[in-house]
């Protein structure tokens, strides 16, 4: 089993439309938890951490559930400049040696 | 416009060559990290520098040697390299280590292609 899981996609989403996909990890211990954006042939970029309340930053909302050992990334009101692929990174312990998962396609289409 | 810079952005090496890959951050961080990212698999964490000192060494092979003279410069020298290394290499860098929520930047990357 992979340690980090994320359908490859890709999500075509309508602009305007919401788009929610999950990753799932397979280390109970993991302390940390993010949502990267990948551009086609560029570095990641830190999209956003992800707390156990949940939280939110404009149009995205990240979710934790530590019972199942998941993560999600929920995109509302798609723009076009949103279509990149989502990699979802889990810390496994302090030292912050990241495992990454295989990312998440998506194409917001007019 | 990260912070992060990589010479060369692209190289393409024989299997006998020699080269190195350069990384510069200018944020001020203390710890720096190289991973690989080949086509259609995730990033792999390769090396981790803390205090221009490694504490990871993820079961890389020796054809891949990293060197930190300081905080803010990264190498990785290469040597007698197989097609299969052709891949991203990018490097990142962090505050530090103390934190598990530590933001880590990347670099643009260097796109190797050994023949």
């Known amino acids: 089993r992979k340690e980090v899981e994320q359908d490859p996609g890709p999500f075509n989403v309508p602009e305007g439309a919401t788009v929610a996909f999950n990753c799932t990890y397979s280390?109970?211990?993991?302390?940390?938890f993010f949502w990267y954006r990948q551009d086609c042939r560029k570095e990641p970029k830190l999209l956003m951490s992800?707390?156990?309340s949940g939280n939110e930053d404009g149009r995205f909302t990240a979710q934790l559930n530590r019972a199942s050992q998941y993560i999600s990334l929920l995109i509302r009101d798609s723009k076009l400049s949103d279509s990149a692929t989502y990699l979802c990174v889990v810390n496994k312990a302090a030292g912050n040696k990241l495992t990454f998962g295989g990312g998440t396609r998506v194409l917001v289409k007019p | 416009e990260t912070g992060v810079t990589q010479t060369p952005r692209h190289l393409v090496m024989g299997m006998t060559n020699k080269k190195s890959l350069k990384c510069e951050q200018h944020?001020?961080?203390?710890?720096m990290y190289w991973y690989k990212q080949s086509a259609k698999k995730p990033l792999e964490l390769m090396f981790v520098?803390?205090?221009?000192?490694?504490?990871e060494n993820n079961s890389v092979p020796s054809r891949f040697s990293p060197e930190c003279p300081n905080s803010s410069h990264l190498f990785l020298h290469l040597h007698t390299l197989q097609p299969e290394d052709s891949a991203l290499y990018l490097c990142?860098?962090?505050?530090?280590?103390?934190?598990?929520?530590?933001?880590?930047?990347f670099g643009p990357g260097t796109r190797l292609t050994v023949l």
């Open positions: 280390n109970s211990a993991s302390q940390s």
């Open positions: 944020l001020g961080h203390n710890a």
């Open positions: 992800v707390y156990s």
């Open positions: 520098y803390n205090f221009k000192e490694q504490t």
């Open positions: 990142a860098s962090s505050q530090g280590q103390s934190s598990p929520y530590n933001e880590q930047f």
